[in-house]
């Protein structure tokens, strides 16, 4: 059974495209634990799979569905977001110019100022709120890629994908989008010109905290599209047959998870974006964020389950209210039911240049009054 191609992308999610087991007739994939396939009396492979590393069935199913969640061409499913988001820039050649945000996940910016510059890329940070300050950094000829992260972590900023995929597309190279904290729910960076969108899907796409890994959805199946491919089959940034099954078990709440996230995170950016001991609150759906209208333009159906805030008394202020925290979680990561918080310039270390009164908001499943009572009560 498939399901039509006009049906709307929450409808694929939850139904997983209409999966049908044909052997058993039960509507939830089976998982396939087989590290390789047999081959008939005249040595052809009878399912036209190899061998796990590139070929297990869950890692289809999982991906099946995230294309068509993207509007992509194809997608990849990878041990982590971090293999998935290298696999990008593994897939080009030491000598090539790259630009990346001055803002974006912190283990991904140690991987590149410090591995990828070594292996030979050259990268260069750039502020990527500013489209005219990344048009003017471009080498034509020379950059290949262009890699943006919006909303960004942990401060929220937004970049405008349509204007940067035209600046990238102009200078011969392509654009890559994080999408994690934005989820296809809200932004479908593809249709906006990118040419790859990468998901942590540790987060948002599993949901449940139970999962490390992640993806990466093309618009086009290409040269650049097999080198991804292979750098991940050849590195052996394979996920397990069990965690492709969690999630695509994760995805079929994706739509009213995250709906209800970004429900709650609206209301709760808005109710202490006047608190007296809040100096301010970073979260796209507020019109008084600088990057509001770009948001609004790009994202749609609300702005996403992550919010920051920045606590008046610096880092002492900052640690001493999730000190007092009873219902939010202080834990690394994001995307769960379970609310989290983190005092990000802690776990990010003395290089850090996230605020020191920052603290990043991961909103949950839980009742909204009683997450806002909570920050309130630690507040004081």
Known sequence: ?????????????????????????????????????????DNRLLSGRLYSRPDNPNYEQAEALLTRLEGGAATAVFSSGMS?????????????????PDVTYWALRNWLVGWATDWGLRIEAVDMTEPARA???VRPGETRLIWIETPANPTLVITDIAALADIAHRAGARLAVDSTFATPVHTQPLALGADLVMHSAT?????????VAGAVTAAAVNDAWQRIKAVRSQAGAVLGPFEAWLLLRGMRTLFVRVAAQSRSAQRIAEHFSRHPKVEAVLYPGLPTFSGHGVAASQMRGGFGGMLSLRVKGGAPGALALIGKLRLWRRATSLGGVESLVEHRAS???PQSATPA???RMSVGLEDTDDLILDLEQALG
């Not at 059974?1 to 087991?21: E, I, K, W, Y």
């Not at 998935?84 to 990346?100: E, R, S």
């Not at 987060?203 to 999962?211: P, T």
């Open 1 to 41: 059974m498939s399901l039509p191609d006009s049906v709307r992308p929450s409808t694929a999610a939850a139904q997983a495209l209409g999966f049908l087991d044909p052997a058993t007739g039960a509507f939830v994939p089976p998982i396939q634990p087989a590290t390789t396939y047999e081959r008939g009396a």
């Open 84 to 100: 998935a988001a290298t696999a990008v820039f593994l897939a080009l050649k030491p000598g090539d110019h790259v630009l990346v």
């Open 135 to 137: 048009a003017a950094a």
């Open 203 to 211: 987060k948002y796409l599993n949901g449940h905290s139970d999962v």
């Open 347 to 349: 776990v990010e270390g």
């Open 357 to 359: 009164d920052l603290l």
